[in-house]
């Protein structure tokens, strides 16, 4: 089992920045992707945000790139994302997520096994 648990949500003015952080504990040797998604009322959960276990390798969509940053800290066992230049549109509930060397998709929910609770963020303009 993977335990994992986000904080730094909060409410932003557009333009503004948060960093987002998951903690993560229990069976972290099972994970090869971590990820950030999001989910805003009345629509589908995406994926916004994905990490491989080098911590090199990144992926972002295109709604968030050259905006967000993903990145992890082995020591501290934790997973980032860096928001900036925040969007009204970015508003929703992140969560993080983890999961095993699969094939398929990066930004499938169905690749990531593990969630957390999800931290909300809201951007107003």
């Known amino acids: 089992q993977v335990q994992l648990v986000e904080s730094g949500g909060g409410s932003v003015q557009a333009g503004g920045s948060l960093r987002l952080s998951c903690a993560t504990s229990?069976?972290?040797?099972?994970?090869?992707?971590m990820a950030w998604f999001r989910q805003a009322p009345g629509k589908e959960r995406e994926g916004v945000a994905v990490?491989?276990?080098?911590?090199?390798?990144?992926f972002y969509s295109d709604s968030v790139k050259g905006r967000f940053t993903i990145s992890k800290d082995n020591a501290k066992n934790t997973l980032y994302l860096q928001m900036n230049s925040l969007k009204p549109e970015d508003t929703a509930m992140y969560y993080c997520a983890a999961g095993p060397r699969t094939t398929g998709w990066l930004f499938a929910t169905n690749k990531y096994n593990y969630w957390g609770q999800g931290t909300q963020v809201t951007v107003s303009s």
């Open positions: 229990g069976n972290t040797y099972t994970v090869h992707y």
């Open positions: 990490i491989v276990s080098d911590g090199v390798s990144t």
